[in-house]
């Protein structure tokens, strides 16, 4: 049974791959499609920020939001992501993990790792490889994974 994983991810699409051995090819095994990643902040939104009156004066304030409507679409991609990833080494699917991301989402997924996942990561990738072929993938990774 194939013990190493590949993660290649961004905001709106994820791909998993197994290696069957330690210095062979990648062969996909999942997909995993966000269409909101994509979409437009405006798109997600109904409403804009409100507006406040300062404490003192007649002067108004917005109010901003502390993440941004994409940021916040981006970590429930990288919650699914975590959650499934758990799951997976949980039932002992894999034992090494490689990740690669857009540095972005790499920073999100990493905030959302279980511990006992995280410790699974042999190396991080601030590099957007979702387009690649499973070869132009490989090549990338060291040798002898």
């Known amino acids: 049974m194939p013990d190493i994983w590949v993660l290649v991810a961004d905001s709106s699409h994820a791909r998993i791959f197994e290696v069957e051995r330690a210095d062979g090819p990648l062969r996909e095994i999942a997909s995993v499609d966000h269409p909101e990643g994509r979409m437009h902040a405006r798109e997600l939104t109904s409403d804009l920020p409100g ?6 004066g007649p002067k ?22 975590a959650h499934h990833l758990e799951a997976n080494r949980a039932r002992e699917q894999f034992y090494r993990l490689y990740v690669a991301a857009s540095p972005r989402f790499l920073g999100h997924l990493r905030d959302v790792l279980e511990p006992s996942t995280a410790a699974t990561v042999r190396a991080a990738y601030d590099k957007n490889w979702v387009r690649a072929s499973a070869e132009e993938i490989r090549e990338q990774l060291p040798d002898h994974l």
Do not use: C, N, P, W
């Open 60 to 81: 108004r304030h917005g109010m901003a939001q502390r993440v941004s409507v994409k940021d916040e679409q981006a970590i429930e991609f990288a919650r699914e992501l």
């Open 51 to 56: 507006r406040r009156f300062a404490t003192a």
